[in-house]
């Protein structure tokens, strides 16, 4: 694997050890953009959930799971009433750790933890907002994490889960054309030959669209639907005419989910 890149100011502060720790993808600069882009993610899963929730979303709780370094969740923090982010990666959790101290958002609480971990118990129920975002595609057993999202949600609370398409033809991680398309041994062989990594089983596990389907019908009690952004112009490439298109194709023939680039899920949790 090549070397990892020099952080550019804004950048995560992550010490070699962490550094080593972290998932092969995370290793870029491609990376430091989502600090600069957090506000615009958080903005837009707070528009494009509020029209399904039974309440302002500035009053909802929120859990970020997956949360990574952060950003996000705290952006989420000045939006809605409170936010847990949680993370599962040691050295991604102790940079959201050091994010949370620096932020001083008194309503934004951390978890080290797995989704294994979570959605029982206590947080049975106790939130209105779940977020999985490009976070379903590193969970080799996604059943029960869905099944964790729905025991999570109290009635009339709403999911929003976003997942790469399998089938795209550029993978999202590695941007290796193909790479999500081959068995895992090849995929990590063409992974080593292309000096960006050497395993990729941690982000093997993106469905195509039929595997989506089939893992939302496994819950009845989530009103399940696939639906473009709240606000297009937030989404990474929403400014172009392609993405555009893209999107105004996909309102008027759903059938295209099959081929879009990424699944935008939002789940509405049955009164019981």
Known sequence: MSDPPTAEPGAPDVNANEQSDLPQYERS????????LATGFARQIAITTEPFLDKPFAEC????????????????????RDVVGIEPNAALAAQANRLAAEGGADNFTFRVQGIGEFGHGADAGAFDVAVLDNVLEHLDDQPD????????LRPGGVAYILVPNRWWPIEAHY??????????????????????????TD????????????????????????????????AEGGGSRLYSTGVAAL??????????????VVAVKKPA
């Open 29 to 36: 600069l491609r990376m430091v953009e989502r600090r600069r």
């Open 61 to 80: 709780r929120v859990v970020d799971i997956g949360c990574g370094y952060g950003y996000t969740a705290l952006e989420l923090a000045g939006m809605c």
């Open 145 to 152: 994490a869905l099944e964790r999202i729905s025991s999570c």
């Open 175 to 200: 941007s290796l054309p193909f790479l999500a398309w081959l068995p895992l041994p090849l995929a990590n062989r063409y992974l080593r030959a292309s000096g960006r990594g050497s395993d990729y």
């Open 203 to 234: 982000a093997s596990y993106a469905p195509s669209w039929l595997r989506m389907r089939k893992l939302l019908a496994r819950h009845p009690e989530l009103d399940a639907r696939f639906t473009v952004p709240g606000d297009v112009s937030l």
């Open 251 to 264: 309102r008027r023939f759903p059938a295209l989910w099959a081929i879009s680039k990424a699944f935008l």
